[in-house]
């Protein structure tokens, strides 16, 4: 079905990925509708359209190394046409408590699990994941998007709860290193750099991630990720919790994906990864997303191996690097 996203006029500049009759019917053939027949096997990957309730009962059990879960908020909130209304915060947390509980048997002992919600749908989550897993922290991302509220505080952050199933987990902390322009560049005795490094456009430290992320942008109209769909994260954040919590060639599932990021991040960063998602418009655009994922494996905000202070990849992009700076892109050696 068709969204009104086919009707609007756009800025000509704008990149928004969107779908025509042609695309639909061409992507419909990349999207798994039939179930498999046993529980055994090889896990299925790619996208899957339909009900995650009607599909878990058809995927192997203990097989997810990473599970990304971003259910809707506890708020109003339409999804083409399909709309979720705010519950008593008790009725959330069993809802929630719910899903958690029929995707637990999905995962491995060594799984991770990160779980997204607002100021408001935090409750619940905690609540909930603490009687299933391990909590062992809240991310807190800045969300710098929308109009200023009259009558409260403005809503500018969202949370991700980082869980495990058990104390044996990956963590890859070199992986996930953030870039950072140095505002006091302390010097060796001898004045050579202490823990930074001196490029053409501007001195950097690499530092250890936090757990206070003021560095995503959220995707819009002139990004080539951006889609219609009214809560699409970006590659970015999805990119760093998988380069923490897997390895390449490790699985992810996704069972409200949206309109595909996760999928694609999976891809471009070589997991495997089963995405399901009940509106069939959301799994078109993830497959056409996952089409352009084939010649681009680029990743905003990510390059040499780090994450990039927002605003400072591109200046670094736009000057040539002596050898001296080769060398010193070419390995993590700071912190």
Not at 282 to 297: F, G, K, V
Request: positive net charge; charged residues 25%.
């Amino acid at each position: 079905m068709a969204t009104s996203s086919k009707l609007k006029v756009r800025a000509p500049k704008n990149r928004t990925l969107t779908l025509d009759e042609n695309d639909r019917i061409r992507l419909r053939k990349c999207i798994i509708t039939r179930k498999p027949s046993l529980r055994k096997g090889t896990p299925l990957t790619g996208i899957a359209h339909g009900d995650y309730r009607e599909w878990i009962r058809f995927l192997p059990l203990a097989h997810v190394d990473f599970l990304f879960l971003d259910p809707p908020y506890n708020l109003d909130k339409s999804f083409n046409w399909n709309r979720f209304s705010r519950r008593k915060v008790a009725n959330y947390t069993a809802w929630l408590d719910e899903i958690i509980r029929s995707l637990k048997p999905l995962l491995k002992s060594t799984a991770s699990i990160y779980i997204c919600g607002d100021w408001f749908t935090s409750v619940s989550i905690f609540e909930a994941a603490s009687k299933h897993f391990i909590v062992r922290n809240r991310i807190t991302w800045e969300r710098e998007k929308g109009r200023g509220a009259k009558t409260n505080w403005k809503t500018s952050s969202e949370d991700i709860w980082f869980c495990t199933v058990s104390n044996k987990y990956p963590f890859n902390v070199n992986s996930v290193k953030m870039r950072r322009r140095v505002l006091a560049p302390y010097t060796h005795s001898n004045g050579d750099p202490k823990d930074w490094i001196n490029i053409a456009c501007g001195k950097f430290r690499d530092t250890h991630p936090s757990n206070l992320w003021t560095d995503i942008t959220i995707p819009f109209w002139s990004m080539p990720e951006n889609t219609d769909h009214p809560t699409q994260k970006s590659e970015k954040l999805l990119a760093k919790l998988v380069l923490a919590s897997t390895n390449p060639g490790d699985f992810i599932l996704d069972p409200f994906l949206g309109s595909g990021t996760t999928s694609v991040v999976a891809k471009k960063l070589g997991r495997k990864c089963l995405g399901i998602e009940i509106d069939e418009e959301y799994c078109l655009l993830a497959a056409q997303r996952l089409e352009l994922a084939e010649n681009d494996s680029t990743i905003q905000g990510f390059s040499d191996g780090v994450f990039w202070e927002r605003n400072t990849l591109a200046a670094q992009k736009s000057k040539p690097r002596s050898s001296k700076e080769e060398n010193l892109f070419s390995g993590n050696y700071l912190e």
